[in-house]
């Protein structure tokens, strides 16, 4: 069975492994859907408060859309850590929603992005074709741009090792019309397979 037949299947299944690095305000409640949609899910955020209120089945974001919905502990398939190589290991697909905040002089700091990339390259086997895909909000290229000099400087082959996609999180926080489950999402994917296989994927 060839690497995207495998992948579907995995996905219909439910036996797919989601990665979600950011555990704020977008990420904690997709770290959420995808659990709910039965899908195994590990979480990482590098701030320890962060973990271990979510540990705790407490919401660190703020947001009260979340109060309720963060799985209790020992909840199954739900796992939570501040270590990408922990993390990332056990994954299909990893996600990374970290934040992009405006520096000084009014540019995205892209340092979170660049930062969380290379955490989670840095863990992939060779050889595993994880899917790492692009959630932050910034500007098209960022994510080839940023993050194909790592891969290369780590010794690692897109569409062998790794690929990488970008899907824009658009939801508004607070607002219940356009949640994280009711926005439709975009996925940008030089590999057409890889992007088909990820339609499938957020379509759960």
């Known amino acids: 069975m060839d690497w995207c037949s495998t992948f579907l299947t995995k996905v219909k299944s439910g036996k797919l492994t989601v990665g979600v690095i950011g555990l704020g305000y977008v990420g904690l409640p997709t770290a959420i859907g995808f659990n709910d949609a039965g899908f195994n899910v590990w979480g990482v955020d590098v701030s320890q ?10 919401n660190p974001t703020g947001d009260p859309d979340v109060d309720n919905i963060v799985p209790a502990p020992g ?9 990408s190589a ?11 929603t970290v934040p992009t905040p405006i520096t000084h002089d009014l540019k995205p700091d892209l340092s979170y992005v660049a930062g969380a990339g290379r955490d989670v390259f840095q863990a992939i086997a060779k050889g595993s074709r994880t899917i790492v895909v692009l959630e932050s909000t910034v500007y098209p ?12 400087e780590l010794g690692l082959t897109i569409g062998e090792d790794l690929e990488i996609a970008y899907c824009p ?3 508004n926080p607070g607002d219940p019309a356009h949640g994280v489950r009711q926005v439709a999402r975009v996925i940008g994917c ?15």
Not at 49 to 58: F, P, Q, W
Not at 76 to 81: A, L, Q
């Open 49 to 58: 408060r962060t973990v271990d209120m979510i540990n705790a089945g407490e």
């Open 75 to 83: 909840t199954e398939r739900w796992n939570i850590t501040t270590s």
């Open 86 to 96: 922990e993390a990332v290991p056990h994954c299909d697909v990893v996600l990374v």
């Open 141 to 152: 290229g960022v994510t080839a741009q940023t993050w194909q000099p790592i891969i290369e």
């Open 169 to 171: 999180e658009r939801f």
């Open 190 to 204: 030089s590999n057409p397979e890889v992007g088909a296989a990820l339609v499938s994927l957020y379509q759960r």
